[in-house]
């Protein structure tokens, strides 16, 4: 089993924003907000939403012990999608999400951990995941406008692109250099546009990594807090783990 078949990462990360329910009418002092009516308690909300999103370094040396990273010098590693809310009563919420996360990376070396230097592959990641994830949550009114969260959920995430590894030829003036110090940038592996060297790859038959599944579990735990910024608007500010981590905002309406 290859080291992406391992790369099933599992996190919590759970933002708990705990506080005492207000009961009382809100009052605006200064009369610069003010709602028309409570907002009702069955209600629901479509949302867009955006977040940054990240496998971060640590798990990935689990099972590597060199690779690429996101939000280094290859993409901005982002994702984008919509919500589907019903707020059930007082205390919870039943939602379907849609996304769209880019996790490309620039291209380097990946050594898997354990193997010897010459064993280090060029690698190409160009991935996204489709996901649609369904999720309860748990807010407290705090006041009328503002209702932290905790919650969770699953779904399946569909793999596109493709991982793309191109390995030195053994006895190659690449393959030589492997072990020493500045191996992974010398002239002999790249080329100065940062591709493989001809010399020392054989560029026209890379390898297609095909251990990875189609279709993978997405698991979400996450936290945050809404804020009803007018009757009918909402914006929201939340953290988490979404099988990979995520810090993004939503903003949408509600009915």
């Keep these: 089993m290859s080291a992406y078949e391992r790369l099933a990462v ?3 990360v759970l933002c708990s924003l705990a506080s005492a329910p207000a009961w009382a009418q809100y009052v605006d002092p200064d009369d610069s907000v003010r709602f028309s009516g409570e907002l009702e308690n069955d209600e629901f909300m479509i949302l867009m939403r955006a977040r940054a999103v990240k496998i971060p370094d640590f ?14 010098d290859g993409p901005s590693n982002m994702s984008y999608g919509a919500e589907f809310v019903w707020r059930k009563g007082v205390e919870y919420e039943f939602s379907l999400g849609i996304d769209y996360a880019d ?5 380097d070396f990946w050594l898997e951990s354990g193997k010897s230097a010459t064993s ?27 209702s932290p969260f905790v919650g969770g959920g699953i779904g399946p995430g569909i ?24 191996a992974y940038s010398s002239p002999e592996c790249l080329n100065a546009n940062g591709q493989p060297n001809e010399s020392s790859f054989d560029v026209e038959n890379p390898k297609i990594e095909d251990s990875l599944p189609p279709v993978v579990p997405m698991i979400n735990v996450s936290g945050g807090a809404r804020f009803n910024v007018g ?19 939503s903003l949408g309406g509600q009915w």
């Design 120 to 146: 280090a592959e060029f690698t190409e990641i160009d991935m996204q995941i489709v996901s649609v994830v369904f999720s309860t949550y748990w807010f407290w009114d705090v006041q009328p406008w503002f």
């Design 159 to 182: 793999i596109l692109g493709d991982i793309v590894k191109y390995k030195p030829r053994p006895d190659s003036p690449c393959y030589n250099r492997l072990n020493g110090a500045d």
């Design 231 to 249: 009757k009918h608007a909402v914006l929201k500010l939340e953290t988490g783990f979404y099988t990979y981590l995520f810090a993004g905002v």
């Design 103 to 107: 996790l490309s990376m620039h291209s």
């Design 59 to 72: 798990m990935l040396g689990l099972w590597f012990d060199r690779h690429a990273s996101h939000w280094g």
């Design 10 to 12: 599992v996190v919590l």
